[in-house]
Nanobody
Framework: QVQLVESGGGSEESGGSLTLSCVPS????????VGWFRQAPGKEREGVAA??????KKRYADFVEGRFTISRDGATVRLHLSNLKPEDTAMYYC??????????????????WGQGTQVTVSS
């Protein structure tokens, strides 16, 4: 069974950057889609960015507005966050599953989840 471990969260000021990493163990991600989701206090979890590992096709939420980039480096999937805003403050989660293109940003489509890494952006 795939297990996912996120890292790279932290505190930044507005306009700063962070790179989150998601490392799998217990199995390869070669046949999975991998997504990044976030949940702010008092809000529902929402999709941020996702990719189909075998094709490198990527999808982003509208609110990303070109500020975030999802990428893969071997077994590690990264989410680079730039031009951070206070509203980006949230717990960020990595997820994996057999997910089709139309469902990439839908959390219910994913099977495996990490524990999350906190991102805090101050104004």
């Amino acid at each position: 069974q795939v297990q996912l471990v996120e890292s790279g969260g932290g505190s930044e000021e507005s306009g700063g950057s962070l790179t989150l990493s998601c490392v799998p163990s217990g199995g390869p991600l070669n046949y999975y889609a991998v997504g990044w989701f976030r949940q702010a206090p008092g809000k529902e979890r929402e999709g941020v960015a996702a990719m189909i590992v075998t094709t490198d096709k990527k999808r982003y939420a509208d609110f990303v507005e070109g500020r975030f980039t999802i990428s893969r480096d071997g077994a590690t999937v990264r989410l680079h966050l730039s031009n951070l805003k206070p509203e980006d403050t949230a717990m960020y989660y990595c997820a994996a599953g057999y997910v089709g293109w139309s469902q990439l940003l839908m959390e219910g489509s994913y099977t495996f989840w990490g524990q999350g890494t906190q991102v805090t952006v101050s104004s």
